[in-house]
């Protein structure tokens, strides 16, 4: 974002749970494996609607401008995963 201020960066998504990772991504059983992640993202993807556009964006700077948020959370993934 401060490489190109120009941009109109308008989400950021990221899974509200796990996905499957390793070998088990590698089942394509659609009732087991990869309908629960279609789900998953479809309600991230509505909640990042919901939130309008920048939401995400305005939450990495709070956490950028705010000593006692890096902190309680020093790393900016911990505190995008407590607000997701």
């Known amino acids: 974002m401060q490489a190109y201020p120009k941009i109109n960066f308008r989400h950021y998504i ?6 499957a990772g390793a070998l088990g991504i590698l089942d394509f059983n659609n009732a087991t494996m990869t309908w629960p992640m279609q789900m998953t993202g479809r309600l991230d993807g509505e909640n990042a609607l919901k939130d309008g556009d920048g939401f995400m964006f305005r939450k990495f700077d709070e956490w ?4 006692s948020l890096q ?5 900016i993934g911990d505190y995008i995963k407590e607000i997701v």
């Open 14 to 19: 990221t899974p509200s749970e796990p996905l």
């Open 64 to 67: 950028k401008q705010n000593p």
């Open 71 to 75: 902190k309680r959370f020093p790393k």
